[in-house]
Every structure is written in C-alpha cells, then in structure tokens.
C-alpha cells in the first residue's frame, strides 16, 4: 500500500511594518518568532512568502521568499517598477529580462528591494565581464564598469 501525501499548502505570512524584520503575523494566529520561521521555511515542500504590510493602511509594501526564485507577485512588482533593463543604456523591456540578486542569493534576499531587471546578455556581462552594482532601496541603481567609471539608472529611466 503506498500512502501518498498532499502537497504542503503555500504559506504567507503577513509582517506589520513595527514588527522587527525577523518576526511575523499570521492573522488569526499571532506573532511568530523569527526562529520559527526559519524552521518552517526548511521543511520540506514548504514555500514560505512574506509580505510587508503597512499596518494603518493595510497596503502591501514589501514580499520576499526565502527561496531563490521570486514569486508571481514580486515579479510583476519588479518589472513594473523596472520597465527594461536596468544596464546602463540598455532598453530591453523589462517583462524580457530575467531578474537578478544585486546580493547574490543565498545572502541577499529574493525581494523586490533586492531584485532588477538585466536582459540575458547584462545578466551575464555583470556575473563575468567584472561589472559591480549597488541598489538603494528606492531602486537607483549605481553601477561601476570594469574601469571604474560610474553609472547610475533610476526605475522607469
């Protein structure tokens, strides 16, 4: 007899902006401490989303995964945000691009904060030729080339 098992349900989980960064809410439930969460999000078949919530407005500002890739929803506010790519120069549109760690996963977050469109070619101009970018958190990006001459791109430029 073979017992099959569910897939585990998507979870998400709901942060109030005066919570710290490690703690959630999830409705219903309760805040949950950071190193529950931790735990939750290395069990197998979980997929954990959290979303920064402005707790007078009830508005989403921020989702992040603990996986590499995004989700649906931070995508879309990537690309939207983004509107090509985010290479000096470059206007590939962004919904042709691929969305790039400015801190390469695992030790930056997959997060619209740390994510930007680079179409196929400056995705990989930036991981072998040498190119070094930084992100603020409103999106300006600085890029600094091989030579060390400065570039910066804002969202929607």
Known sequence: MTVATAPAPPVTLIQSGDLGLGDVVVPGV???????IALLS???GTRVTRALVDPAAGTVLETMTHSYRPTAAIRRLVVTRDQHCRFPGCTMPAVRCDLDHVIAWPGGI???????CLCRHHHRAKHESGWVVTMTVDGVCTWTSPSGRLYVTRPGD
């Open 30 to 36: 309760g805040v949950i401490p950071a190193a529950e």
């Open 110 to 116: 997959t997060a619209a904060i740390n994510l930007h």
């Open 42 to 44: 290395r069990a197998v």
